[in-house]
């Protein structure tokens, strides 16, 4: 077994719904239903999944943004939920959050080295004194130029915003980098510019990130490990190689067939998944993909499947998963 | 030959002292996929727009439109009126904004039938359950009775499919229809509107900023960057041979397996500001290949052969390989 950063077991969260409590009790949306995964030193693994699987849940309660129903949570051998006061101020300095919208997380009237000035400070990561070597630094680090610190978030735009918000979560020093749909709003040579990024940044800090994301060919480039999600759990993790090339679980082929390709005169091919994502406030028992599971049997509808391993840590939650052959000739784009 | 269905010819819109588009020209034929790519301030949601005489008066329209023979720029607003969801239909990305939300889907479709084909009564509420039913909607007699937030995503995108195909039209206009869904039923929305462009023989022009759904729909593609069409062509020479270093930086975008976790050849820089535009080929401070030539004029499209045109002034560097973007 190679190192672990962070492991979560069994996370679960559970959002009470806005409205009328019938019978006391109000109806629940489980945002999270049993999450399992962990994460090596410099590893980048991939969450990917559609609205309103949870992915973005899973990211806020990570950092305790959210607080969790139950399930466990170490980094670094420590109890994350247990960690009060200095002690989860560093696992906040340790682990770093980075948003979809640049505009909705940086403070409109701070400047960038203001706002950089601050992460520093909280954390004491440098002396006051140091400060500004290390903002530069920062800012050659994500390619800004020298005299941004004067400038205003307004000023830039939208990829050069996402790059301020990479510098500061990177200000403090974090081992553990979660970018929550972070190149999801830019333009697609925007959104290569800030890839090329994040990997210089994980081989030259040996950074560990969880990159969620709903986008398929962006996952399949960064990741090192890929997780699925579909209603609240992990339905499929393993090697990004194995997941993309041959993928276990029903719900994991659909995606990699419905992700637009750059591969001409796939036209008139048929519907990769049919049906809508059900409703989180009903779902369906059993293995909650079997209304939309074009291979579902009797048994998918009653009986939640058990973890199916396979080589290589390759695990996904499917009956038929130890029988299906995996979808052969994948090696897509 | 046939002559196109729709002809635009140096189309400019002009805001103020900005044009966010300028002198595109491009042409539709009957049946064809037309997909128009461009990223945001491209000029593409616009150029949509300025075909159907959508935009505010603020925003000043110049150029031709032939449609089958009449010119759009110039015709009378009550004739306009009867081809916008008549013959040509437009669907927006943002469904919810573009449905009314306060008047039922089969409300919303019948207005079209009365509007443009006189059906009204039990004919029309019968025609479109017929529509809803074309797009996919199960249960669709029931379905009319239904405002729009009571309908998903995907289902708010086929009912607006819906309406824009009530009365029959020739051309669909259709504004990143996909972009706001989850990619299953964004599969789901672009099989369908393939399937209705066959079975309707309707022309589709697409604006979308995803060359993946270019290479799986389009026949033909129009790039656009800072409001300029770069490059014309039909799909495939477009993904395989581009003459323009814009459509190649973009192609080289698009993260491939085969270079998983490797440097992209990014495009560096940004699209230039409309007020602060570079001399010259608008791309110019972004690209490869610069020469003096290229920041003294804007180089106009130029015919590579019949159907492929670039508005770059060395095209064949650039098919060549010769250079490209660093991977950086």
Same mark, same amino acid.
């Given at each position: 077994?190679?190192?672990?950063?962070?492991?979560?077991?069994?996370?679960?969260?559970?959002?009470?719904?806005?409205?009328?409590?019938?019978?006391?009790?109000?109806?629940?949306?489980?945002?999270?239903?049993?999450?399992?995964?962990?994460?090596?030193?410099?590893?980048?693994?991939?969450?990917?999944?559609?609205?309103?699987?949870?992915?973005?849940?899973?990211?806020?309660?990570?950092?305790?943004?959210?607080?969790?129903?139950?399930?466990?949570?170490?980094?670094?051998?420590?109890?994350?939920?247990?960690?009060?006061?200095?002690?989860?101020?560093?696992?906040?300095?340790?682990?770093?959050?980075?948003?979809?919208?640049?505009?909705?997380?940086?403070?409109?009237?701070?400047?960038?080295?203001?706002?950089?000035?601050?992460?520093?400070?909280?954390?004491?990561?440098?002396?006051?004194?140091?400060?500004?070597?290390?903002?530069?630094?920062?800012?050659?680090?994500?390619?800004?130029?020298?005299?941004?610190?004067?400038?205003?978030?307004?000023?830039?735009?939208?990829?050069?915003?996402?790059?301020?918000?990479?510098?500061?979560?990177?200000?403090?020093?974090?081992?553990?980098?979660?970018?929550?749909?972070?190149?999801?709003?830019?333009?697609?040579?925007?959104?290569?510019?800030?890839?090329?990024?994040?990997?210089?940044?994980?081989?030259?800090?040996?950074?560990? #990130?969880?990159?969620?994301?709903?986008?398929?060919?962006?996952?399949?480039?960064?990741?090192?490990?890929?997780?699925?999600?579909?209603?609240?759990?992990?339905?499929?993790?393993?090697?990004?190689?194995?997941?993309?090339?041959?993928?276990?679980?029903?719900?994991?082929?659909?995606?990699?067939?419905?992700?637009?390709?750059?591969?001409?005169?796939?036209?008139?091919?048929?519907?990769?998944?049919?049906?809508?994502?059900?409703?989180?406030?009903?779902?369906?028992?059993?293995?909650?993909?079997?209304?939309?599971?074009?291979?579902?049997?009797?048994?998918?509808?009653?009986?939640?499947?058990?973890?199916?391993?396979?080589?290589?840590?390759?695990?996904?939650?499917?009956?038929?998963?130890?029988?299906?052959?995996?979808?052969?000739?994948?090696?897509?784009? | 030959?046939?002559?196109?269905?729709?002809?635009?010819?140096?189309?400019?819109?002009?805001?103020?002292?900005?044009?966010?588009?300028?002198?595109?020209?491009?042409?539709?034929?009957?049946?064809?996929?037309?997909?128009?790519?461009?990223?945001?301030?491209?000029?593409?949601?616009?150029?949509?727009?300025?075909?159907?005489?959508?935009?505010?008066?603020?925003?000043?329209?110049?150029?031709?439109?032939?449609?089958?023979?009449?010119?759009?720029?110039?015709?009378?607003?009550?004739?306009?009126?009867?081809?916008?969801?008549?013959?040509?239909?437009?669907?927006?990305?943002?469904?919810?904004?573009?449905?009314?939300?306060?008047?039922?889907?089969?409300?919303?479709?019948?207005?079209?039938?009365?509007?443009?084909?006189?059906?009204?009564?039990?004919?029309?509420?019968?025609?479109?359950?017929?529509?809803?039913?074309?797009?996919?909607?199960?249960?669709?007699?029931?379905?009319?009775?239904?405002?729009?937030?009571?309908?998903?995503?995907?289902?708010?995108?086929?009912?607006?499919?819906?309406?824009?195909?009530?009365?029959?039209?020739?051309?669909?206009?259709?504004?990143?229809?996909?972009?706001?869904?989850?990619?299953?039923?964004?599969?789901? #929305?672009?099989?369908?509107?393939?399937?209705?462009?066959?079975?309707?023989?309707?022309?589709?022009?697409?604006?979308?900023?995803?060359?993946?759904?270019?290479?799986?729909?389009?026949?033909?593609?129009?790039?656009?960057?800072?409001?300029?069409?770069?490059?014309?062509?039909?799909?495939?020479?477009?993904?395989?041979?581009?003459?323009?270093?814009?459509?190649?930086?973009?192609?080289?975008?698009?993260?491939?397996?085969?270079?998983?976790?490797?440097?992209?050849?990014?495009?560096?820089?940004?699209?230039?500001?409309?007020?602060?535009?570079?001399?010259?080929?608008?791309?110019?401070?972004?690209?490869?290949?610069?020469?003096?030539?290229?920041?003294?004029?804007?180089?106009?499209?130029?015919?590579?052969?019949?159907?492929?045109?670039?508005?770059?002034?060395?095209?064949?560097?650039?098919?060549?390989?010769?250079?490209?973007?660093?991977?950086?």
């Amino acid at each position: 077994m190679t190192d672990v950063l962070l492991r979560a077991d069994d996370l679960v969260h559970s959002f009470p719904t806005r409205g009328i409590a019938w019978h006391g009790k109000r109806a629940e949306v489980r945002a999270l239903n049993g999450v399992t995964l962990s994460i090596a030193p410099g590893e980048t693994l991939a969450v990917v999944g559609e609205s309103g699987c949870g992915k973005s849940t899973l990211a806020r309660a990570l950092v305790r943004l959210i607080e969790l129903d139950s399930g466990q949570i170490h980094f670094a051998g420590e109890d994350v939920r247990a960690l009060r006061g200095d002690a989860l101020r560093r696992y906040n300095r340790r682990v770093q959050l980075v948003f979809q919208d640049p505009y909705g997380s940086l403070n409109p009237r701070m400047t960038v080295g203001e706002t950089l000035e601050e992460a520093l400070s909280v954390h004491r990561v440098v002396p006051p004194s140091g400060a500004s070597a290390r903002i530069a630094e920062l800012l050659s680090l994500v390619r800004l130029p020298a005299d941004a610190t004067q400038r205003f978030p307004h000023e830039f735009s939208g990829g050069q915003r996402q790059r301020i918000a990479i510098a500061r979560a990177l200000s403090v020093q974090p081992e553990l980098l979660i970018a929550d749909e972070i190149v999801s709003a830019l333009d697609v040579s925007v959104q290569a510019q800030i890839l090329n990024l994040l990997l210089d940044l994980q081989r030259d800090l040996r950074l560990a #990130i969880l990159f969620v994301s709903h986008d398929l060919r962006v996952v399949r480039h960064l990741a090192h490990r890929v997780a699925v999600m579909y209603l609240g759990r992990i339905v499929e993790l393993g090697e990004a190689d194995a997941v993309f090339g041959s993928p276990l679980h029903p719900y994991t082929q659909a995606l990699l067939r419905a992700a637009p390709q750059m591969r001409l005169g796939r036209r008139d091919e048929k519907v990769a998944l049919a049906g809508e994502l059900p409703s989180p406030l009903a779902v369906p028992a059993g293995c909650p993909f079997h209304p939309r599971c074009p291979l579902a049997l009797a048994r998918c509808r009653v009986e939640m499947p058990a973890l199916h391993a396979g080589p290589d840590c390759h695990r996904a939650e499917c009956h038929l998963a130890e029988h299906l052959a995996p979808m052969a000739g994948s090696g897509r784009t | 030959m046939t002559a196109p269905l729709l002809s635009v010819r140096n189309l400019t819109v002009r805001i103020g002292d900005i044009k966010p588009v300028e002198d595109v020209s491009f042409d539709v034929s009957a049946g064809e996929v037309l997909g128009v790519v461009g990223e945001s301030g491209s000029g593409k949601s616009l150029m949509l727009r300025a075909i159907l005489r959508l935009l505010s008066h603020i925003a000043q329209t110049s150029g031709s439109i032939a449609w089958r023979g009449r010119d759009l720029a110039t015709l009378a607003e009550p004739e306009m009126r009867a081809l916008r969801g008549g013959e040509i239909a437009i669907v927006f990305q943002e469904p919810m904004s573009a449905l009314n939300p306060v008047l039922t889907i089969g409300q919303q479709i019948t207005e079209s039938l009365a509007e443009h084909l006189g059906l009204r009564g039990r004919s029309a509420r019968s025609r479109a359950a017929e529509v809803l039913d074309l797009v996919g909607i199960p249960d669709a007699r029931r379905r009319l009775s239904s405002y729009p937030h009571e309908f998903s995503g995907g289902m708010r995108q086929r009912a607006m499919l819906g309406i824009a195909l009530a009365a029959g039209p020739k051309l669909l206009l259709a504004d990143e229809p996909t972009t706001a869904l989850d990619v299953t039923i964004q599969d789901q #929305i672009l099989k369908l509107l393939l399937r209705l462009r066959r079975e309707l023989s309707m022309s589709v022009v697409l604006v979308t900023h995803d060359l993946g759904i270019v290479a799986e729909t389009c026949d033909r593609v129009a790039v656009l960057y800072s409001g300029r069409m770069m490059e014309t062509g039909p799909v495939e020479t477009i993904l395989t041979r581009p003459a323009h270093p814009y459509t190649l930086g973009l192609i080289n975008s698009v993260p491939q397996a085969k270079d998983a976790r490797q440097h992209l050849a990014a495009i560096p820089g940004t699209p230039p500001d409309p007020l602060e535009l570079p001399p010259g080929c608008r791309f110019a401070p972004r690209c490869f290949l610069t020469s003096p030539d290229c920041t003294r004029k804007q180089p106009d499209l130029r015919a590579l052969d019949a159907d492929h045109a670039t508005a770059c002034l060395y095209p064949h560097a650039v098919v060549r390989g010769e250079l490209s973007f660093a991977s950086r």
